[in-house]
C-alpha cells in the first residue's frame, strides 16, 4: 500500500463534465505535485505545490485547476476536458527544498474522456 | 538530444539473472539520483535513491552513479518474475527547489520463470 491515496482510481467522464481528483499523504511532506502519464511513458509534470502556495504550473491548460487546501491534501478540478486528456494523473509529495527530495507517488486516477 | 536516455526495451531475462539497467545524462547539475518501479495499472514505487556518485545496496537491488561519466544504473541480483515491471531512473539538479524530476523513458523488464 502507498502512503499517497488517490480518489477515485477510475473516472470516465465526457467533455462537458466537471469533476475532481483527490490526493492525501500523511508523510508530512511540504511539496506535492500532479502529473500525467500516457501509455509507455514517463510521468510529466503539471503542478507544483510547496508549503500549500503553486510553485510551478508547466503551462498546462486551464480545463485542469489545482488546489491545495491544505498540507497534506491536493486536488485537481477537472472541466471541459478533451479526449486527449484520457490517462493517468498521478499525485506524489516529498519534502520541499534541496534535501531529501525523493517523491512519494500514489497509484492514479485513470481517466477516460468520452 | 534528451537530458535523460534510458533504453526502453522490452528486455526479457530468465529468472535468476542479474539484471543491469542504465541511464545517461547530459546535465552536470544533476545531483539526486532515483530507480522508480512501476508495476502495471499502478503508481510509480521508489527503489533507490542516491546523493552525488557511488554505491547503494537495498537486499537484491543496487544503484551506482558515475557522476564522471554522467551514467547511473541499478543491478538486480537474483531476478524474480515479481521483478518483472518497468523501471524508470529520475534525477534533479542542487538548485531545483521545485523539486522537479527529469525521468528517462523507463525500461520494462521480463523475468521469465
Known amino acids: 500500500d502507498t502512503e499517497v491515496t488517490q480518489t477515485p482510481k477510475h473516472l470516465v467522464m465526457g467533455m462537458t463534465n466537471k469533476k475532481s481528483l483527490k490526493c492525501e499523504q500523511h508523510?508530512?511532506?511540504?511539496?506535492m505535485y500532479w502529473y500525467k502519464q500516457k501509455a509507455k511513458k514517463p510521468p510529466e509534470l503539471m503542478f507544483v505545490?510547496?508549503?500549500?502556495?503553486?510553485?510551478i504550473n508547466e503551462s498546462v491548460p486551464s480545463r485542469f485547476s489545482p488546489e491545495c487546501p491544505n498540507s497534506s491534501l491536493l486536488n485537481l478540478h477537472l472541466h471541459a476536458l478533451q479526449p486527449e486528456d484520457s490517462a493517468l494523473y498521478l499525485c506524489?509529495?516529498?519534502?520541499?527544498?534541496?534535501?531529501?527530495?525523493?517523491?512519494?507517488f500514489g497509484d492514479g486516477t485513470r481517466l477516460s474522456i468520452l | 538530444q534528451k537530458e535523460v536516455e534510458q533504453d526502453p526495451g522490452p528486455l526479457s531475462v530468465p529468472e535468476g539473472a542479474i539484471v543491469s539497467l542504465n541511464c545517461t545524462y547530459s546535465?552536470?547539475?544533476?545531483?539526486?539520483f532515483m530507480w522508480y518501479r512501476q508495476y502495471s495499472r499502478k503508481g510509480p514505487e521508489l527503489l533507490m535513491y542516491?546523493?552525488?556518485?557511488g554505491n547503494k545496496e537495498d537486499g537484491r537491488f543496487t544503484a551506482q552513479v558515475d557522476k564522471s561519466s554522467k551514467y547511473i544504473s541499478l543491478f538486480i541480483r537474483d531476478s524474480q518474475p515479481s521483478d518483472s515491471a518497468t523501471y524508470l531512473c529520475?534525477?534533479?539538479?542542487?538548485?531545483?527547489?521545485?523539486?522537479?524530476?527529469?525521468f528517462g523513458q523507463g525500461t520494462e523488464l521480463s523475468v521469465k520463470p
Open positions: 505545490y510547496s508549503y500549500e502556495k503553486l510553485s
Open positions: 508523510m508530512g511532506h511540504r511539496a
Open positions: 529520475a534525477m534533479r539538479d542542487l538548485y531545483n527547489q521545485g523539486g522537479k524530476l527529469i
Open positions: 546535465n552536470s547539475a544533476f545531483q539526486y
Open positions: 542516491t546523493y552525488s556518485s
Open positions: 506524489a509529495s516529498s519534502q520541499p527544498g534541496t534535501g531529501n527530495g525523493a517523491q512519494h
